[in-house]
């Protein structure tokens, strides 16, 4: 049997866009993130580490290829393997550790925050968030984003179901998307001038 899935990938990728913009608020040092308004939408939007994070906000569910589905990838020891893992990978590309570090764990704990919160007809109901620490499931039952299907994926009843959950998904998660990225290019706007500043200073 298929697991359904819930929410969607469109919907986790959404969320973990929405960590990357947000951990862009916190101060501290983010004048790398910054790209003048001349340039394009990526780098403005933050370039490969904002990729990073949007795949991060899915990539939980790739434990549908190996294990059982909502345990050892939806979990906070996840969390902590991944954040681990871009601290090294941020201390090697010389970029600020802890900034990086929590911008991806936030990304990848938004999928265990978008599941708990969803619809789960399955059982056991929801995900083993505490691994390896404890072994419960745990599910809100606010039922906030509707349950997606896997099975007989091209038949209508499946892709009408699929649509309806991604629509819901991107009401909710796309204002917040929206509003984050308004906020986030107010607030480094002034960082961008510094930095074009400072290179026009140095030639």
């Given at each position: 049997?298929?697991?359904?899935e819930v929410p969607s990938p469109i919907g986790h990728a959404l969320a973990g866009l929405a960590a990357a913009w947000a951990a862009d608020l916190v101060p501290g040092e983010r004048a790398w993130r910054t790209a003048p308004a001349s340039a394009s939408w990526y780098p403005r939007a933050g370039d490969g580490l904002t990729g990073a994070c949007v795949a991060l906000g899915?990539?939980?569910?790739?434990?549908?290829?190996?294990?059982?589905?909502?345990?050892?990838?939806?979990?906070?020891?996840?969390?902590?393997?991944?954040?681990?893992?871009?601290?090294?990978?941020?201390?090697?590309?010389?970029?600020?550790?802890?900034?990086?570090?929590?911008?991806?764990?936030?990304?990848?704990?938004?999928?265990?925050?978008?599941?708990?919160?969803?619809?789960?007809?399955?059982?056991?109901?929801?995900?083993?968030?505490?691994?390896?620490?404890?072994?419960?499931?745990?599910?809100?039952?606010?039922?906030?984003?509707?349950?997606?299907?896997?099975?007989?994926?091209?038949?209508?009843?499946?892709?009408?179901?699929?649509?309806?959950?991604?629509?819901?998904?991107?009401?909710?998660?796309?204002?917040?998307?929206?509003?984050?990225?308004?906020?986030?290019?107010?607030?480094?706007?002034?960082?961008?001038?510094?930095?074009?500043?400072?290179?026009?200073?140095?030639?």
């Open positions: 049997m298929i697991a359904p899915a990539a939980a569910d790739l434990d549908l290829l190996f294990v059982t589905h909502r345990t050892v990838t939806h979990s906070v020891g996840a969390v902590i393997l991944v954040t681990l893992f871009a601290a090294t990978l941020a201390a090697n590309a010389h970029r600020p550790v802890a900034r990086v570090a929590l911008m991806c764990a936030a990304a990848y704990a938004t999928h265990l925050l978008l599941d708990w919160l969803s619809v789960d007809l399955s059982t056991p109901r929801g995900i083993q968030a505490l691994w390896p620490f404890r072994f419960e499931w745990f599910i809100s039952g606010l039922d906030l984003f509707p349950q997606t299907e896997r099975r007989q994926l091209w038949t209508v009843a499946t892709m009408v179901k699929n649509v309806r959950a991604i629509l819901q998904e991107v009401v909710i998660l796309g204002p917040l998307a929206a509003a984050l990225w308004l906020v986030r290019v107010k607030a480094l706007a002034g960082l961008a001038s510094e930095v074009a500043g400072r290179d026009h200073a140095a030639e």
